[in-house]
């Protein structure tokens, strides 16, 4: 555990660059980001840490494209260009509807962004409650666990989850592997349901379309064949 924005030598203590990078921070164990903070440029240098598998999560040939140099990297820089990163290893829920408040994504599906090591393997949590009561103190929360092994997602709740909340029904509707980076897959399945997919050669991300599973409820298992 830690601060939600943490510098870079939190998690590369042995690195000198990152120790003395004050530019750039990462945002938990999973995004780095690296904002322009000068005017009128054209290019900018980010701070890749070495040892990492790293994706671009707003290159502007493909989405979640992997990063294939490390150390400062020169970065081309437009108006809808933002520099943010994801780390290999992990899973980033995220609700995507734009909405005028919190309030109104209580009931939002999630996009999961799994973001593969070099052993083709990830991880992330979630906590989920209601946003606006203190009924979590009476088990009205939910925290899952995400795991990507062996070619399959699965999910599990690690604590709560016995009591119901407003927004526990949310489902995930896409789930975006990142470094799939294989031959395109003969079928995604979960309990002998066949789930729509698309394969992105260009990016190597492998999209998993309305798998219809729970955010806070229920053990799943998603199998790529």
Avoid: C
Avoid at 214 to 222: E, F, Q, S
Wanted: glycine share 8%; proline share 5%; no cysteine.
């Amino acid at each position: 555990m830690g601060p939600p924005m943490r510098p870079l030598w939190w998690h590369f203590p042995n690195d000198s660059v990152a120790d003395s990078n004050q530019r750039q921070w990462m945002v938990g164990d999973a995004l780095l980001v690296a904002p322009v903070l000068e005017d009128d440029v054209s290019s900018h240098r980010v701070y890749i840490p070495h040892g990492e598998t790293w994706y671009d999560l707003y290159h502007p040939k493909a989405n979640g494209k992997k990063v294939t140099d490390s150390g400062d990297v020169e970065q081309q820089v437009t108006l809808d260009r933002m520099f943010v990163f994801q780390r290999g290893g992990t899973i980033v829920p995220k609700q995507e509807r734009r909405r005028r408040s919190t309030a109104a994504m209580a009931h939002d599906p999630f996009t999961l962004v799994v973001a593969l090591n070099a052993s083709k393997e990830a991880e992330g949590e979630l906590y989920l409650d209601d946003g606006k009561t203190f009924q979590y103190k009476s088990g009205a929360y939910a925290v899952r666990r995400f795991t990507f092994e062996n070619s399959e997602l699965s999910a599990q709740t690690v604590s709560g989850g016995a009591t119901a909340f407003d927004g526990s029904e949310a489902e995930i509707e896409r789930i975006i592997i990142l470094g799939y980076e294989g031959d395109t897959p003969k079928e995604v399945v979960t309990d002998s349901r066949v789930i729509n997919f698309v394969y992105s050669r260009t990016s190597g991300a492998l999209t998993v379309q309305n798998p219809r599973v729970k955010a806070a409820a229920g053990t799943w298992k998603i199998t790529i064949r």
